[in-house]
Nanobody, 123 residues
Framework: QVQLVESGGALVPPGGSLTLSCRAF????????MSWIRQAQGKGVVWVAN????????YNADPVQGRFAISSDNVENILYLQMKDLTVEGTAVYFC????????????????GGQGTQVTVSS
């Protein structure tokens, strides 16, 4: 049974840093592409970053380019999202997803279903 468990969310001030974790259960983590997505209150779910399980290629959405970094520990089955220089626009519930989510929701080939982890950027 596939299970994704996100953690690490917190209240941070603007300009702060935070690292989120997603522990995956029920599948061979290293062979799959994985994604981070987020949902701000009252808004839709949007893509944040991808990591491709085969070549390890990584892609970020434009709003987080240069500030967020996705990585994975394929031994422990943990996906990470390192975030720095956070802005108030980063306030959202963050989810990890199995598969490829992209900037175009119609192209999504990913599944998520964890509880997510709340990140609040506020002074």
């Amino acid at each position: 049974q596939v299970q994704l468990v996100e953690s690490g969310g917190a209240l941070v001030p603007p300009g702060g840093s935070l690292t989120l974790s997603c522990r995956a259960f029920g599948f061979n983590f290293g062979t799959y592409h994985m994604s981070w997505i987020r949902q701000a209150q009252g808004k839709g779910v949007v893509w944040v970053a991808n990591i491709y399980g085969d070549a390890g290629s990584r892609y970020n959405a434009d709003p987080v380019q240069g500030r967020f970094a996705i990585s994975s520990d394929n031994v422990e089955n943990i996906l990470y999202l390192q975030m720095k220089d956070l802005t108030v626009e980063g306030t959202a519930v963050y989810f990890c997803a199995k598969g490829v989510c992209t900037a175009v929701p119609d192209d999504w080939d990913c599944d998520y279903g964890g509880q997510g982890t709340q990140v609040t950027v506020s002074s």
